[in-house]
């Protein structure tokens, strides 16, 4: 069982930045995908980044250049380093965690993944 934590989320102006963690409980952190997602009221959830256990990343065509998402193994923590925020970005930012590498499961939703933390607000004002 892996139990997920989001922190560090806020209210941040337009153009700033903020960086968003995700820490993780168990021993095999490091076997496994790991990513972002986030929901903004309304609209469906939608992928963001992830870390192949492998260390293959992959983004959102929208975060490309200004998001960069990394791990720490040795803390079992995942973070997303957010830059040149915009008012669009803000959302619910959830952490997910699964035991393999499907590209078509993230690029999807993320239905099916195997663990998801509660989630870490993100406001950004114009």
């Known amino acids: 069982q892996v139990q997920l934590v989001e922190s560090g989320g806020g209210l941040v102006q337009a153009g700033g930045s903020l960086r968003v963690s995700c820490a993780a409980s168990?021993?095999?952190?490091?076997?496994?995908?790991m990513g972002w997602f986030r929901q903004a009221p309304g609209k469906e959830r939608e992928f963001v980044a992830a870390?192949?256990?492998?260390?293959?990343?992959y983004y959102a065509d929208f975060v490309k250049g200004r998001f960069t998402i990394s791990r720490d193994n040795a803390k079992n923590t995942m973070y997303l380093q957010m830059n040149s925020l915009k008012p669009e970005d803000a959302a619910v930012y959830y952490c997910?965690?699964?035991?393999?590498?499907?590209?078509?499961?993230?690029?999807?939703?993320?239905?099916?993944?195997?663990?998801w933390g509660n989630g870490t607000l993100v406001t950004v004002s114009s």
């Open positions: 997910a965690a699964d035991r393999s590498w499907n590209y078509k499961k993230w690029a999807t939703g993320g239905h099916g993944l195997d663990y």
């Open positions: 168990g021993r095999t952190f490091s076997s496994y995908t």
């Open positions: 870390f192949t256990s492998s260390g293959y990343v």
